[in-house]
């Protein structure tokens, strides 16, 4: 592990619209990505945690503060840097609506690539393949997929490209129980593995227990953090919440 | 349930203005159709109106058809009953008029005034007698005086101003029998009410006029002005037992009733041929906009289902629907009349482009105007609503709220009966030129329904079609812009297959014309070939008649062998109805013309001797031998048929020697001079010395054989850029339902575009995929366009082969200017929903459910 980390946020705030109806959804939030390693960002609805996803993205812009990606300030960069990044050094993948219906499995692995006009390393490409267990399927467009199998191509592209980070937005939220831990346990492995880093966003604490390291977000601060969590002690803290409301006190 | 319809239909603005803009376009041209009739019809019953005396004495032929009068003698009436018929009780006064076709006027550079403006009787004036008492005039002299003696004469306003005269300055005219004569100009007149054709009016004094064209004691009219409050047709019969033989009186209400049949009928004409594009535009409006309520009601299935699960019926669905159609109908028609205004207004620029000598005019609305556009575009509107809202509304609520595409109905019918009729329109065509070899308009007939069969089975199959065919196209582009466009164009292949579809039907229609124009120009080249044997062709701008002593002039030029007049006089005939006989030298013509002769022979054309071509001679059942009683401006005159010949090109009809075609009223005036030069003279020295024998004459001019086939396809040409013209509006409709159908796609797709942008794609590659995706579309509809087109005319030229049309011919290079211009207009529909789709928030678009 570098020093450097993968992805960091200084002093990040977001605010949505205007006047009477502005809403504080990101306050001066600092925060360190580590290279190589599986965060996952939880907290309440309305918390924050996915605006926070995607600004450490690149995909929202920021009120104030810096987002750096590797030695990159995104917050400096007009929407062709940027797309250029995104497409080079970051994977996504979405809760719903990861794949394109019109291209198959294959196309759809292989889209971020295509996009830039560069050649997948084939080796690489065969060693997601058979780590998702799609073989049979490359050839399937995706309504002729389950799912679980839906979100592994997406998983399976995210890597493809081998971005320097992959974000993860509520990956299982649509997905039945077995094929969630499917996804879960083949993006844990990527981590383990190849050394991928993973930002995942979540509000279930059985996912939340794949990754190495939580970040807890309530009201756009981030309120605590855990390493190598349990699904027991994420739900425990998790229930403090509840108790203590939307109004969690915030350590010093 | 109709707030929630209205409300719905104002959320989506866009949708609703391109909609809306396709019934607008489509309305347009049937409202512009009849406001311009309309108002060429105003103008001209104003015309006529004004200009009718309470009497007008004139001579019985005046009723032949108008577009035959420039032919022949001027029919004339005595001037001698103006004294016997002012001794009438009731009768304030009687004026003698003359007016005289055919007369040319120069400009500064000694060349016919408006030549340049071609087409219908560009180049020449028409010349009359100026008539002194105001209430029998409805011109005026708006500056300088009227025209007075022997060296005066007066000109309208416009052509003035295009000569850049004033009163005072000196005009040279050329006369009908050739004489160049220099006048003053006295003054510049105006016609009462504004509006004239775009046509030149000479006045000379009737004493002038008269010395010039007829002979003392002649006039071509005599107008009566009657007492105030004495009836029109007691003073006309009163005058009727005074006149000779061969001359009539009618009163100012007949004369206009009479002139206004005949306007009504080539207006009705007009209307229809307008009325025919109006319907090809509202055919590919309907198109248009049955795709886009089609692709609303899809994306709205949510919506509608619930509305059904909070209790709404399907009946009230199906209402909230056409209700929404209904509001969207009534504004966009009503829109549609007005730019129906506009629109009527470039049809008078068109026609006047193409040397229609129309008046511009103010604007008519007649109720039924309004009434049939708001009905058009009602109906178009409902029905095509219809459909897919019943679809909507069978849609089972949990069914529609659970899953975001709702399959399809199969479309093994419609495949079904689209390949039924491709066949049986097919199976048609192929009869259709065998029925045409007996009797022409039925092969039409048969023709006309194949090709609507082959037309709509083709549309009904293109869904099929439209999957390999995106296929093929999307090999032109590689990488993954290309992919995703050609696989956005087969995910819905009846949407993409309606939408080309829009565009199949203009490419269709303007192929077919095209190939039939260049199988007309290549047959003409031919017959030209095979017939003219003449080497050089002598014809008057406009297609005037020219003085006779032009082919004097050509035959008096050294290496001229012999010179062919063509000479033309009205008569009513047989077969025929009101028609020109032509008159010619029997022994010359066969010289310049090969002439295929099956019965008798011209060399046996005497004095009251005919040749009547077969068509004509088989339609009366007349044959070398038979007696044909015809009715010429000096009244019945019977003609012996001695020779039945093919007609060849131009050449047709019933055709007299010179004597008997002088004494059906012809004038010494030709219309064509065929010049044969002798062996021994080369062709560039006789072009020479016939120029030089022209240079008095610029009225007429000089063809060697092949600019003589040039002035005939550039006629042609001319008359298909006004055919294109008109139905370039159709394949704008169809443009704009690309951009229609790509706008509410890009708004189906707001997600997939950000998922896109989010993995990478920049806002020029989102771009470029909806650009190919819309070429792909465009490239397609034109594609089978102009295969079903190219076929259509390849038909037509079949049906038509008996009409002289015998050979087929494609003119490549327009076909393929369509096939670019289609594809470049597709790309331009593009661009404005590729730059919304490139514009899109990539988490608005990822966000949106």
Redesign the interface.
């Known amino acids: 592990m570098t020093s450097q980390p993968a992805a960091r946020a200084l002093g990040l705030s977001k605010v949505y619209g205007e006047g009477e109806a502005q809403v504080l959804a990101l306050d001066n939030v600092d925060i360190d990505i580590e290279r190589g390693r599986f965060t996952a960002i939880m907290g309440p609805s309305g918390s924050g945690k996915s605006t926070l996803m995607?600004c450490l993205a690149g995909?929202?812009s920021v009120t104030s503060g810096t987002v750096m990606i590797g030695d990159v300030d995104l917050t400096t960069l007009k929407?062709?840097a940027l797309?250029?990044l995104?497409?080079?050094q970051?994977?996504?993948v979405?809760q719903s609506?990861?794949?394109?219906?019109?291209?198959t499995a294959l196309?759809n692995i292989t889209?971020?690539m295509?996009?830039?006009?560069t050649k997948p390393d084939q080796q690489w490409l065969d060693t997601i393949i058979d780590t998702v267990g799609l073989r049979s399927r490359l050839s399937h467009k995706p309504s002729e997929l389950s799912g679980g199998q839906q979100q592994r191509v997406a998983c399976a592209?995210a890597l493809a490209s081998r971005p320097a980070i992959i974000f993860a937005d509520e990956p299982t939220g649509n997905l039945d129980s077995r094929s969630g831990a499917e996804v879960l346990g083949f993006l844990r492995r990527s981590v383990d593995e190849f050394g991928q880093t993973i930002v995942m966003v979540t509000h279930d604490p059985n996912a939340a227990s794949y990754s190495q390291r939580v970040v807890f977000l309530a009201d756009g601060r981030i309120s605590d953090e855990m390493s190598d969590p349990t699904p027991e002690r994420v739900l425990d803290r998790m229930k403090r919440f509840d108790i203590e409301g939307l109004s969690a006190p915030t350590p010093a | 349930m109709l707030k929630a319809a209205l409300r719905n239909l104002f959320a989506h603005k866009l949708r609703l203005v391109l909609t809306g803009l396709s019934i607008v376009l489509a309305v347009a041209f049937v409202a512009g159709t009849y406001i311009f009739t309309d108002s060429l019809r105003a103008s001209l019953d104003t015309l006529i109106q004004q200009d009718q005396p309470d009497v007008s004495v004139q001579p019985a032929s005046a009723d032949f058809s108008p577009d035959f009068q420039g032919a022949g003698k001027l029919p004339t009436v005595p001037t001698t009953l103006v004294p016997e018929i002012e001794d009438l009780d009731g009768v304030t006064m009687a004026v003698p008029a003359i007016v005289v076709p055919n007369i040319v006027v120069l400009d500064k550079q000694g060349l016919p005034l408006g030549q340049e403006s071609d087409g219908f009787g560009g180049g020449t004036a028409i010349g009359s007698s100026w008539v002194t008492e105001p209430a029998l005039n409805p011109t005026e002299v708006v500056e300088g005086s009227p025209p007075v003696g022997a060296d005066q004469l007066a000109l309208d306003s416009a052509s003035a101003e295009q000569l850049g005269v004033v009163p005072g300055d000196e005009i040279t005219v050329l006369l009908p029998d050739g004489d160049r004569t220099d006048f003053e100009l006295s003054g510049v007149t105006e016609t009462q009410n504004g509006s004239g054709f775009a046509i030149t009016f000479v006045y000379w004094d009737f004493a002038t006029a008269q010395d010039l064209f007829l002979t003392a004691d002649q006039a071509s009219s005599i107008s009566v002005l009657a007492d105030p409050g004495s009836v029109q047709t007691q003073i006309r019969d009163a005058i009727s037992p005074l006149l000779p033989t061969g001359v009539v009186a009618v009163t100012g209400e007949e004369q206009a009733s009479q002139v206004s049949e005949q306007l009504d009928s080539g207006l009705g004409f007009l209307n229809t041929f307008l009325l025919v594009f109006a319907i090809v535009s509202l055919f590919v409006a309907a198109f248009l906009i049955y795709n886009t309520f089609s692709m609303l009601v899809a994306q709205r299935t949510r919506e509608l289902a619930l509305l059904r699960a909070i209790g709404a019926s399907r009946g009230q669905v199906l209402r909230s629907i056409l209700a929404e159609a209904v509001v969207l109908a009534l504004v966009a028609s009503a829109l549609g009349i007005a730019a129906g205004a506009g629109f009527a207004k470039g049809l008078q620029a068109l026609f006047q482009a193409a040397g229609a000598p129309f008046p511009a005019s103010s604007l008519v609305f007649e109720p039924r105007t309004i009434v049939v556009a708001m009905l058009v575009g009602l109906v178009i509107t409902v029905v095509s609503a219809l459909l897919p809202a019943r679809r909507a509304s069978v849609i089972a609520p949990v069914a529609a709220m659970r899953e975001e595409s709702v399959a399809a109905g199969s479309g093994h019918r419609r495949t079904a009966i689209g390949g039924f009729l491709l066949g049986g329109g097919i199976g048609l065509a192929v009869m259709a030129p065998r029925v045409a070899a007996n009797d022409t308009m039925q092969g039409a007939l048969v023709a006309g329904v194949a090709a609507a069969g082959v037309l709509i089975g083709v549309l009904a199959l293109s869904p099929e079609l439209a999957r390999p065919a995106t296929v093929a196209l999307s090999a032109l582009f590689r990488g993954v812009n290309g992919r995703l466009a050609s696989g956005n164009t087969r995910r819905n292949p009846r949407r993409t297959a309606a939408t080309a579809g829009a565009l199949t039907i203009g490419v269709c229609l303007m192929s077919a014309i095209s190939v039939l124009a260049a199988s007309t120009q290549k047959s003409v080249a031919g017959i030209v070939d095979d017939v003219i044997g003449a080497d050089f062709v002598i014809t008057g701008y406009g297609f005037q008649p020219f003085p006779g002593a032009v082919g004097e002039a050509v035959r008096a030029t050294e290496g001229v062998q012999a010179a062919a007049v063509v000479r033309q006089a009205p008569m009513r005939a047989p077969g025929t109805g009101d028609t020109l006989a032509t008159g010619v030298d029997p022994t010359v013509i066969q010289q310049a013309l090969s002439l295929t002769v099956p019965e008798g022979s011209f060399d046996d054309l005497g004095e009251d001797d005919v040749a009547v071509d077969r068509d004509t001679a088989d339609s009366i059942g007349a044959g070398v031998g038979s007696t044909i009683q015809v009715l010429s401006v000096a009244g019945p005159v019977d003609l012996q048929v001695v020779a039945v010949y093919e007609p060849a090109g131009g050449f047709t009809g019933y055709v007299t020697d010179l004597p008997t075609i002088a004494r059906l009223g012809a004038a010494d005036q030709d219309s064509v001079v065929y010049v044969v030069k002798d062996a021994a003279t080369s062709a560039e020295d006789v072009q020479a010395g016939l120029e030089r024998a022209l240079e008095p004459y610029p009225n007429v001019q000089l063809l060697d054989q092949s600019a003589f086939k040039q002035t005939i396809s550039d006629q042609i040409g001319q008359l298909l850029n006004f055919l294109f013209a008109l139905l370039v509006l159709a394949v704008l409709i169809a443009l704009l339902g690309i951009v229609n159908t790509l706008a509410l796609s890009v708004f189906e797709r707001t997600r997939e575009i950000g998922l896109l942008r989010a993995v990478g794609m920049s806002r020029r590659g989102i771009r470029r995929t909806i650009v190919i995706e819309a070429f792909i579309i465009a490239a397609f509809g034109a594609v089978v366009g102009m295969i079903v087109g190219v076929a259509f005319g390849a038909l037509l030229q079949r049906i038509l082969a008996d009409q002289g049309i015998e050979q087929f011919a494609v003119n490549a290079g327009q076909l393929a200017l369509f096939l670019v211009l289609a594809a470049v207009g597709g790309v331009l529909a593009a661009l404005w929903p590729a730059w919304r789709a490139s514009r899109l928030r990539i988490l608005g678009a990822i966000a949106a459910e």
Do not use: M, S, Y
């Open positions: 995607h995909l929202d929407d062709k797309t250029a995104r497409r080079d970051v994977g996504f979405f609506f990861n794949l394109i219906p019109t291209l196309e889209l971020p295509d996009i830039a006009g592209r």
